[in-house]
């Protein structure tokens, strides 16, 4: 992969998922004794006790993808900050404390920050906790028997709270769901204007996510790395939004312009350190199409197609935004 990104002059953002076997991981705590685990066991915490060997790691983690820069300073940057966890805040992901991410991403900072003073990077690296996924609160005996959990909002107040973090924070910003009743005021069938209904959808989706962000700016003072975000070539509520042949039409401008809205809105926010879009390939083995009894949340978010690797209209969209 070092190689990989130094022909292709991209950076990449190591994500840490979990400790082996050596570490002592530690079960979820949502886990009652001997209950058998749901989930791949990578995704445990390490035992308190190694925190420092997980600190050492990161760092390992950001001299390997930045040794070749600090041999070759004229070379592209590759790299500028390693994550901690991902999505920690939901069962998918291990349902991990914050106060646990908090140590595990406290522990990883002070070990970048000795390695960055002794001069072993070629650039500014920075620690970023695990991108949050914007979920609900969860309560206690809800109907559904759900785990309980808390909502991003709680989840990161508490993450930031207990003391004063040395990291940055990341989050995931999603809209998945449909616009209230009077939102799109627009018919379809508009001579003048066809996208019209289309462009009220994508401008109401991308309000929705840049709220979240800005939720997330006015919880910490921490800098923000949006680490996903992402919008569908392809409506998932066809019936009730838009109509198949519709949506045909429109998708991809509806995705380009949800994502280089946000975009564009962010160089506005120096806070934001960066926008990473999930994801890069639609798959539809991973996310097939919505059925009338299951939706499909990230059905085509990929930016380019899944046969023949075609870009779709948010590649060059994006390309301008970012230039």
């Known amino acids: 992969m070092r190689a990989q990104t130094l022909v292709a002059g991209v950076e990449v953002l190591p994500s840490i998922h979990g400790c082996p076997e050596w570490a002592d991981p530690v079960d979820p705590v949502s886990l009652a004794p001997g209950e058998p685990r749901p989930y791949p066991e990578y995704f445990r915490t390490c035992s308190p006790s190694h925190d420092g060997d997980f600190g050492r790691f990161a760092t390992a983690t950001l001299r390997f993808f930045d040794a070749p820069r600090l041999t070759h300073p004229e070379l592209v940057p590759t790299i500028s900050a390693v994550e901690i966890l991902n999505e920690p805040n939901i069962v998918t992901f291990g349902e991990v404390p914050a106060s646990r991410l908090f140590d595990l991403s406290q522990a990883a900072a002070?070990?970048?920050?000795?390695?960055?003073?002794?001069?072993?990077?070629?650039?500014?690296?920075?620690?970023?906790?695990?991108?949050?996924?914007?979920?609900?609160?969860?309560?206690?005996?809800?109907?559904?028997?759900?785990?309980?959990?808390?909502?991003?909002?709680?989840?990161?107040?508490?993450?930031?709270?207990?003391?004063?973090?040395?990291?940055d924070v990341g989050i995931h910003s999603y809209e998945t769901s449909k616009p209230p009743p009077g939102t799109l005021t627009e018919p379809e069938r508009n001579v003048s204007d066809p996208y019209a209904r289309a462009g009220q959808f994508a401008a109401w989706q991308t309000d929705r996510i840049l709220g979240r962000i800005d939720q997330a700016l006015d919880l910490t003072d921490r800098d923000i790395?949006?680490?996903?975000?992402?919008?569908?070539?392809?409506?998932?509520?066809?019936?009730?939004?838009?109509?198949?042949?519709?949506?045909?039409?429109?998708?991809?401008?509806?995705?380009?312009?949800?994502?280089?809205?946000?975009?564009?809105?962010?160089?506005?926010?120096?806070?934001?350190?960066?926008?990473?879009?999930?994801?890069?390939?639609?798959?539809?083995?991973?996310?097939?199409?919505?059925?009338?009894?299951?939706?499909?949340?990230?059905?085509?978010?990929?930016?380019?197609?899944?046969?023949?690797?075609?870009?779709?209209?948010?590649?060059?969209?994006?390309?301008?935004?970012?230039?």
Do not use: C
């Open 110 to 167: 002070r070990a970048v920050q000795a390695s960055q003073d002794a001069g072993e990077f070629s650039g500014e690296m920075s620690v970023v906790s695990g991108g949050l996924a914007p979920v609900i609160a969860v309560t206690p005996g809800n109907a559904g028997g759900f785990t309980p959990r808390p909502s991003w909002q709680e989840y990161l107040r508490e993450l930031i709270g207990s003391d004063y973090p040395r990291f």
């Open 225 to 323: 790395w949006v680490t996903e975000t992402g919008a569908s070539s392809a409506g998932i509520w066809s019936k009730d939004i838009f109509t198949p042949g519709y949506r045909k039409a429109h998708g991809q401008r509806i995705q380009a312009d949800v994502l280089t809205g946000v975009a564009d809105a962010l160089k506005s926010r120096p806070r934001v350190k960066a926008m990473i879009v999930h994801r890069l390939f639609d798959d539809n083995e991973a996310e097939p199409p919505p059925t009338s009894s299951a939706d499909s949340i990230h059905y085509r978010s990929g930016v380019y197609e899944s046969d023949l690797g075609r870009p779709k209209l948010a590649v060059p969209a994006l390309a301008g935004s970012w230039a």
